[in-house]
Each structure stands twice: as C-alpha cells, then as structure tokens.
C-alpha cells in the first residue's frame, strides 16, 4: 500500500513567518500535487511537479520534488493570513489514475 | 482550466431516505471521476473510481449498495446515499481529470454538505 505521510499536521503562525510543510514516501510517484482547500470548498490545484528535483515557484509559495521522486515540499515564505487553509499533497502515477493523498496540513495564520 | 461542479452544495435529510449527488465537469469529458468522502480538518478518503459506462470500483470498506455510483455520460456521475444515517453526514468531494493530462493532476468539484437527521 502507498502511503504519503505529510508533516506537521497542524501548523499555527504569525503573519511574516516562513513554513516548510513535507510531504514524504517510501514510493516512486510520477507526479505530485499540491492541493489548497478552504473549509467548506473542494481543493484547488496548486502546482502539479513531475522531474526530480524540479523546484516551482508561485509567488510566495515554492514547491520542490526530491530527485527520487519520493518526496515533496512547500515553503511559504513571509505568511499572510490569506495562506490560511488546507494544505494537501497527492501523488500519481498516470492520467485518469487515483491519487494517494497525505494527510494534510492546517494551516492558521495569525495577523 | 478544467471546471467541476456539484450539485447540490449542501443537503440536509431525514434518517432512512436517500440523497443523489450530482458531479458534472463542465469543459471537458471525463472518463473517469473520483468520489471522495472528508471529515472536518482531515485529508480526502478516496471512496470509488466512476467509469463511465462501467461499474465503479469501489475502495476496501465502502458499501456498494450503500454508495451507489452512476456515470451515464462522459460530464456526469452521480452518487446516491441509499438509507442515509446520521454517521454518513460528511462533506461529499467529487474530481476528474481532463483527458490528455499526462500528469494526472485532478480537478474537484466545490462539495456537498450532507446533513442526516
């Protein structure tokens, strides 16, 4: 069985501070997301990265695939209370197949 | 991008009735869709894959008779909560993934709030 385990799982700072979150396997994907979730909505993509070692940015937000393609990360830098939310990776393997998802990371953050 | 749409938002429902959900990807077809069931502050709980045309396949420990999945059309699957009780009132999250993506990043629908009596 798959598993992505995501750490923390609870994560509460003050409006400026940076964060990682990970996202960690003992497993191969061939891609993997991040996924924003706000209470009450259904998850927003975020970045898809599919090369090990491929790191993306958006804006604030930059996301990294280790080189074995085993593990991921988000780094926030310089939190806004507008990051608040779920935060979610997910890993795959093909088009149209199930993703396995990590627990996921709440994520307050405090003006 | 790609647009997923649920219908209804939310839901509220006496014990022992049923309850179809509706999930529609609105731009492109969708051979395949994903149901998934969340508590508050947990991650997604993959229920079953929705194949249009075809069975759906359902993950260990979902009923089948109890969660029953219909994908008639290439933009629509449906699930229906067959004698609802109070222990399944959770937020319902369906997603497809556009054809062509060769990365396999899902789209998901906004959620249905199920509420049983």
């Known amino acids: 069985t798959q598993l992505l385990e995501q750490s923390p799982q609870f994560l509460s700072i003050q409006e400026g501070e940076n964060l990682t979150v990970y996202c960690n396997s003992s497993?191969?994907?061939?891609?993997l997301q991040w996924y924003r979730q706000e209470p009450g909505e259904g998850p927003v993509l975020l970045v898809t990265v599919v090369t090990g070692g491929e790191v993306k940015k958006l804006k604030r937000l930059t996301f990294q695939f280790g080189d074995a393609r085993k593990d991921s990360s988000l780094h926030i830098t310089a939190a806004q209370p507008g990051d608040t939310g779920l935060y979610l990776c997910a890993g795959g393997h093909n088009q149209g197949g199930k993703l396995i998802f990590g627990q996921g990371t709440e994520l307050s953050v405090k003006p | 991008g790609a647009v997923v749409s649920q219908h209804p938002s939310w839901v509220i429902c006496k014990s022992g009735t049923s309850v179809k959900i509706e999930c529609r990807s609105l731009?492109?077809?969708?051979?395949?869709m994903f149901w998934y069931r969340q508590f508050p502050k947990q991650s997604l709980m993959l229920m079953a894959t929705?194949?249009?045309?075809?069975?759906?396949?359902?993950e260990q420990g979902v009923e089948k008779d109890k969660f029953l999945i219909n994908h008639a059309s290439l933009t629509l699957s449906t699930l229906t909560v067959t004698s609802a009780h109070p222990e399944d009132s959770s937020f319902y999250i369906c997603?497809?993934?556009?054809?062509?993506?060769?990365?396999?990043?899902?789209?998901f629908g906004p959620g249905t709030r199920l509420t049983v009596t």
């Open positions: 997603s497809a993934s556009p054809p062509g993506l060769a990365t396999g990043e899902q789209y």
């Open positions: 929705s194949n249009e045309g075809s069975k759906a396949t359902y």
């Open positions: 497993s191969v994907f061939s891609s």
């Open positions: 731009d492109f077809q969708a051979t395949t």
